[in-house]
């Protein structure tokens, strides 16, 4: 390369040679540069659009949360209710008292046949037979009692000798059913627990349940020598 006043020497060849490359990468410096600037820009918009993402989240969040008080404040009223409903049943009348019509007796035995010395097992279910709950006192509960098979003379009852039993008021629904359990020794008894009490021999004989005026149906039964 020529210039007017003639040729460079290799010096100022370089020289220029090096500036020029120089500018260039100063150039290149710049547009990196920019093109960075414009880059960071980019995603400064898009770090803006999640914090207001992340924004709207925290009031959508801070939103649930402020709905919570409404709730917990409905809590109480519902709690309130309970003692008002409470206070309801404890207003409402007690049971009316049972009475022998709305009652029903049902005895069964053990087993058919027990042997003479053997402690044949009843047992009973009172039922409310009538359509509203009533009230009775089954402290000492329904009393057994041993007939002969004719019905003509008592042998036991399972009261005679149990008398001191605690009053104890039982409520029982319409339809309900209680059971009760009771044993005998095969001897006889009488009122108060009066006389001897002597073994009953083999034979056949009957149950019945009672409670109050209420009987059940008869069950019969055999003690076998």
């Given at each position: 390369m020529?210039e007017?006043?003639?040729?460079?020497?290799?010096?100022?060849?370089?020289?220029?040679?090096?500036?020029?490359?120089?500018?260039?990468?100063?150039?290149?410096?710049?547009?990196?540069?920019?093109v960075?600037?414009?880059?960071?820009?980019?995603?400064?918009?898009?770090?803006?659009?999640?914090?207001?993402?992340?924004t709207?989240?925290?009031?959508?969040?801070?939103?649930?949360?402020?709905?919570?008080?409404?709730s917990?404040?409905?809590?109480?009223?519902?709690?309130?209710?309970?003692?008002?409903a409470?206070?309801?049943?404890?207003?409402?009348?007690?049971?009316?008292?049972?009475?022998?019509?709305?009652?029903?007796?049902?005895?069964?035995?053990?087993q058919?046949?027990?042997?003479?010395?053997?402690?044949?097992a009843?047992?009973?279910?009172?039922?409310?037979?009538?359509s509203?709950?009533?009230?009775?006192?089954?402290?000492?509960?329904?009393?057994?009692?041993?007939?002969?098979?004719?019905?003509?003379?008592?042998?036991?009852?399972?009261?005679?000798?149990?008398?001191?039993?605690?009053?104890?008021?039982?409520?029982?629904?319409?339809?309900?059913?209680?059971?009760?359990?009771?044993?005998?020794?095969?001897?006889?008894?009488?009122?108060?627990?009066?006389?001897?009490?002597?073994?009953?021999?083999?034979?056949?004989?009957?149950?019945?349940?009672?409670?109050?005026?209420?009987?059940?149906?008869?069950?019969?039964?055999?003690?076998?020598?």
């Amino acid at each position: 390369m020529l210039e007017p006043n003639g040729p460079l020497s290799p010096e100022i060849y370089w020289r220029r040679r090096a500036l020029a490359i120089g500018v260039i990468v100063v150039a290149l410096a710049i547009v990196i540069w920019l093109v960075t600037m414009v880059a960071r820009g980019g995603d400064s918009s898009g770090a803006d659009s999640a914090a207001a993402s992340t924004t709207t989240s925290a009031e959508s969040s801070v939103s649930t949360t402020s709905s919570a008080p409404s709730s917990a404040s409905s809590s109480p009223s519902s709690a309130s209710a309970t003692p008002s409903a409470t206070t309801s049943a404890a207003d409402q009348p007690a049971a009316q008292p049972c009475s022998d019509q709305s009652l029903a007796l049902k005895v069964t035995v053990g087993q058919p046949t027990y042997r003479v010395g053997d402690q044949p097992a009843f047992g009973t279910v009172i039922t409310n037979i009538s359509s509203v709950a009533c009230a009775r006192d089954l402290g000492a509960g329904p009393q057994f009692l041993v007939y002969t098979l004719d019905g003509q003379r008592r042998l036991w009852a399972s009261n005679d000798c149990n008398q001191d039993d605690p009053a104890e008021m039982k409520t029982l629904k319409a339809g309900e059913q209680l059971s009760y359990k009771g044993t005998w020794f095969g001897t006889t008894s009488q009122p108060q627990c009066a006389g001897d009490r002597l073994q009953v021999p083999a034979g056949a004989y009957m149950v019945v349940a009672q409670l109050g005026a209420v009987r059940s149906a008869a069950e019969p039964f055999n003690l076998a020598s």
